[in-house]
Nanobody, 122 residues
Framework: QVQLRESGGGLVQAGETLRLSCVAS????????MGWFRQAPGKAREFVAS????????TYETPLKRRFTISRDNAKNTVYLEMNSLKPEDTAVYYC???????????????WGQGTQVSVSS
């Protein structure tokens, strides 16, 4: 079992940048692909980005690809999400998870972290 802990969220103004971190403990981090999701108030949890175990392959929710970058450092057991040019509609709780399936739905991920709040003011 992998335990995940997100950090790096906060309150920022529109146009600013945040980098989220997700540190893994437990089983070997480099065995797994990883992903980021987000959930805004009253909305379903939605896919943001994923990265393969090696970091060679990434997938994004298309509208976010220009502003968000997922990366990982297997030596530090950490996956990152850099978010640029933040908008008020990016306000959500951001979660990382282990990619266990072949798709990009909530059901394709497991071992969810507790989430980190990102709030973007206009």
């Amino acid at each position: 079992q992998v335990q995940l802990r997100e950090s790096g969220g906060g309150l920022v103004q529109a146009g600013e940048t945040l980098r989220l971190s997700c540190v893994a403990s437990g089983r070997t981090f480099s065995d797994y692909g990883m992903g980021w999701f987000r959930q805004a108030p009253g909305k379903a949890r939605e896919f943001v980005a994923s990265i393969s175990w090696s970091g060679d392959s990434t997938t994004y929710e298309t509208p976010l690809k220009r502003r968000f970058t997922i990366s990982r450092d297997n030596a530090k057991n950490t996956v990152y999400l850099e978010m640029n040019s933040l908008k008020p509609e990016d306000t959500a709780v951001y979660y990382c998870a282990v990619h266990i399936g072949s798709g990009y739905t909530v059901a394709d991920f497991s071992s969810w972290g507790q989430g980190t709040q990102v709030s973007v003011s206009s």
